[in-house]
């Protein structure tokens, strides 16, 4: 369990790609869940005040009492919290953008979903991928406005970037290569970091996760052939 940062209200872990952050009816097959553990190593109860998705690494917050817990979250619903997010997508995006998609929830119902975007590096690799002698992936800054359910992974779907790894909404032939290539089958998306007003002490908090090691090797792997930075 790594954390992250820690005071006597708060608490953040750099959570593992595959983690879910509680239990959960959908996903029967899993045995560990960050709230149970994460109560195990500190002793005490905690309160996950934002969701990540299993597939998704990096900074999770809790709250380590019921009143931080009702503050933080209202923070989120008045958009005063701030995160970044760092994704591996398919081709070249533009240099920044704005997708604007209203997307449906589980209950069917229609919701405003912004994200926000900036590409930091595109990469072309000597693989030939389908009708195409090379194949093409970007690096992407993601800032999400808004917080739906699998919002960024949607998104990029949406704008055909899908993000390396997503399983359903990405794209399973380039799923497939990089499995058969370079035995990566996780999914490229992570929270990088949080940044909020600290509900008692007023400090401008801004917390930061370091990228998993199946990233950090995708990249470096990248890194070995040209890079053309935007």
Same mark, same amino acid.
């Given at each position: 369990?790594?954390?992250?940062?820690?005071?006597?209200?708060?608490?953040?872990?750099?959570?593992?790609?595959?983690?879910?952050?509680?239990?959960?009816?959908?996903?029967?097959?899993?045995?560990?869940?960050?709230?149970?553990?994460?109560?195990?190593?500190?002793?005490? *109860?905690?309160?996950?005040?934002? !969701?990540?998705?299993?597939?998704? +690494? @990096? =900074?999770?917050?809790? &709250? #380590?009492?019921?009143?931080?817990?009702?503050?933080?979250?209202?923070?989120?619903?008045?958009?005063?919290?701030?995160? *970044?997010?760092?994704?591996?997508? !398919?081709?070249?995006?533009?240099? +920044? @953008? =704005?997708?604007?998609? &209203? #997307?449906?929830?589980?209950?069917?119902?229609?919701?405003?979903?912004?994200?926000?975007?900036?590409?930091?590096?595109?990469?072309?690799?000597?693989?030939?991928?389908?009708?195409?002698?090379? +194949?093409?992936?970007?690096?992407?800054?993601?800032?999400?406005?808004?917080?739906?359910?699998?919002?960024?992974?949607?998104?990029?779907?949406?704008?055909?970037?899908?993000?390396?790894?997503?399983?359903?909404?990405?794209?399973?032939?380039?799923?497939?290569?990089?499995?058969?290539?370079?035995?990566?089958?996780?999914?490229?998306?992570?929270?990088?970091?949080?940044?909020?007003?600290?509900?008692?002490?007023?400090?401008?908090?801004?917390?930061?996760?370091?990228?998993?090691?199946?990233?950090?090797?995708?990249?470096?792997?990248?890194?070995?052939?040209?890079?053309?930075?935007?």
């Amino acid at each position: 369990m790594e954390v992250i940062y820690q005071d006597e209200y708060l608490v953040a872990i750099n959570k593992p790609h595959g983690l879910l952050v509680h239990r959960s009816p959908i996903a029967a097959d899993a045995s560990e869940f960050a709230v149970q553990l994460l109560r195990d190593f500190l002793g005490q *109860k905690v309160f996950p005040v934002h !969701r990540l998705d299993r597939k998704t +690494s @990096g =900074v999770l917050l809790f &709250a #380590l009492n019921e009143d931080m817990n009702r503050m933080m979250q209202e923070a989120f619903m008045n958009k005063q919290v701030k995160k *970044k997010y760092l994704a591996l997508v !398919r081709g070249y995006t533009p240099a +920044s @953008g =704005v997708i604007d998609y &209203a #997307l449906t929830n589980e209950k069917g119902k229609i919701q405003e979903a912004i994200t926000h975007y900036a590409t930091l590096k595109n990469y072309e690799l000597q693989i030939p991928f389908g009708n195409q002698e090379t +194949s093409r992936y970007s690096l992407v800054e993601v800032r999400p406005e808004t917080g739906r359910m699998h919002q960024i992974r949607k998104h990029f779907a949406h704008i055909f970037h899908p993000i390396i790894g997503d399983r359903p909404h990405g794209c399973n032939k380039q799923n497939k290569l990089f499995l058969e290539q370079w035995n990566m089958n996780t999914m490229l998306l992570h929270a990088s970091e949080i940044s909020f007003e600290h509900p008692v002490s007023l400090e401008l908090i801004k917390i930061n996760g370091e990228i998993h090691e199946d990233f950090k090797r995708i990249l470096s792997l990248f890194e070995s052939h040209t890079a053309l930075k935007v």
